[in-house]
């Protein structure tokens, strides 16, 4: 995507100059000639970089750095054909990223700029990756749903399809955005999230939009919205079911033009981001009530994505604890196993909060059971239920107890090979070799029981 530089300056051909080089050099140039024309232009554009002229009749140039350093965080290189220290150090004390004298150097220009954008760009991104995690999005599971989830999520990773992402409360559905973003070309920058429900309905348009000075009392400066803050990247609009019938209007706009106005404003600002939206409503009952849009339901629900219940996966839970425990243990939380009796009375329980829950509890009895091993006892105890006892003669996962015995020992061969090839990294002739396998042989299985072999960790 290549960068917008906006050129502010009163000489028709030294603009016309620089546009010409910048365009050369794969930039976006843009041009005003005065500062008020520059400022409004700002407010109408995603703007990357100001090239800044120092003398210009009307605003000049320190004047409108002070504008715009106000508004926006964007680098400014000042441009002067007189320029004295005095103006330059005025112009650094400011904010000035740089400060070029005429005539102009136009090597010295591009390299300016190449080091402005790329400055802006990691500061942005720190400011950003400061509370979002940085290591890589992991989904754990081998069962048949989670292995279907993560088909679909690598079908639509690369595309630029808005998704609608449903599920119950702790399901997932957060990490299925991350994991989507990670897997997209837009990676390289942090997923920007908005959470729905947490914004009070009257701040949500200009937390989105953001807002011009003045939109309302208490505005006193103009601010970036999220959609800003995600050009290029990817938004994600979570609990996208309890956002107002006004914000969901103007959240249709952008889907349709990708172009909007800031709260106070009326300049339409054009953007490029890709939108993921969550909700664990039931939309198409919202739609009934007439709280949610039926046109922005269709519009986000051309690559729907159901993130599945944990009961709908419960051979997945040993896995999960044994993450959860290595979570757990890196951050310093000690050493724990699980009996094969505390697993079997996981698999019992329901679990209506889903992973998150199974999370909490696990992290809860990390912590408070003073004992090495947890057991059966210990979990029944924390759940209210009864624990399962794992017979001595017949050590059997619960879940494959209601099967007759051809799918028993077929989903038992695809949950024992999936979980050696995750321990073996993908590998098949090390998985081979482990479990004392021919090579081919292992092939021929794999892909007879439909384990996806590209999607191996
Ligand atoms: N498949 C999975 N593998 C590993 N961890 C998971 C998986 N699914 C969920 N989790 C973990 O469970 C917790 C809840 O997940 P997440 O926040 O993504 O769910 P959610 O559906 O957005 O929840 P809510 O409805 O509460 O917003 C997180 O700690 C997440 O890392
Ligand atoms: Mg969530």
Known sequence: MTATILIIDDEESIRDTLAGILTDENFTPLQASCAEDGLEMLSREHI??????????????????????????????????HGTIETAVEATRIGAFDFIEKPLSYDKI?????????????????????????????????????TQ????????????????????????????????????????????EVNCAAIP????????????????????????????????????????????LKSQAKVLRILQEQKFERVG???????????????????????????????LFYRLNVVPI???SLSDRLADIPLLVHDFLQ????????EKTFSDDALGTLMQHNWPGNVRELRNLIERLVIMNPSLTITGDDVA????????????????????????????????????????????AGNISKTAEQIGLERSHLHKKLKSLDIDLENSP
């Open 48 to 81: 990357d970089l100001v090239l800044l002229d120092i003398w210009m009749t009307g605003m000049d140039g320190l004047e409108a750095l002070k504008e715009i350093k106000q508004r926006y965080e964007l680098p400014v290189i000042m441009i002067s054909g």
């Open 110 to 146: 591009i390299l300016s700029i190449n080091k402005g954008l790329h400055v802006a760009r990691l500061e942005r991104d720190n400011r950003l990756l400061r509370d979002s995690s940085p290591s890589k999005p992991n989904l754990t599971g081998v069962s048949p749903v989670i």
């Open 149 to 192: 989830l993560r088909k679909q999520i690598d079908m639509v990773a690369p595309t630029d399809a808005w998704v609608l992402i449903r599920g119950g409360h702790g399901t997932g559905k957060e990490l299925v955005a991350q994991t989507i973003h990670h897997k997209s070309a837009r990676n390289h920058r942090p997923m920007i």
């Open 201 to 244: 309905e009257d701040l949500i348009e200009s937390e989105l939009f953001g807002h011009e000075k003045g939109a309302y009392t208490g505005a006193t400066g103009s601010r970036q919205g999220k959609f800003d803050q995600a050009h290029g990247s990817t938004l994600f609009l979570d609990e996208i079911g309890d956002m107002s």
């Open 265 to 295: 404003g009326n300049k339409t600002i054009h953007v490029d981001v890709r939108v993921l939206a969550a909700t664990n409503k039931n939309l198409e009952n919202e739609i009934e009530k007439g709280t949610f849009r039926a046109d």
């Open 306 to 308: 159901l993130v599945p």
């Open 327 to 334: 979570q757990f243990r890196k951050k310093g939380l000690g």
């Open 381 to 424: 105890f924390f759940l209210g239920t009864t624990p399962v006892k794992a017979p001595a003669t017949c050590p059997l996962q619960p879940e494959y107890l209601h099967l007759n015995f051809k799918n028993a020992r077929k989903q038992f061969e695809h949950d024992y090979l999936k979980t050696k090839l995750i321990e073996n």
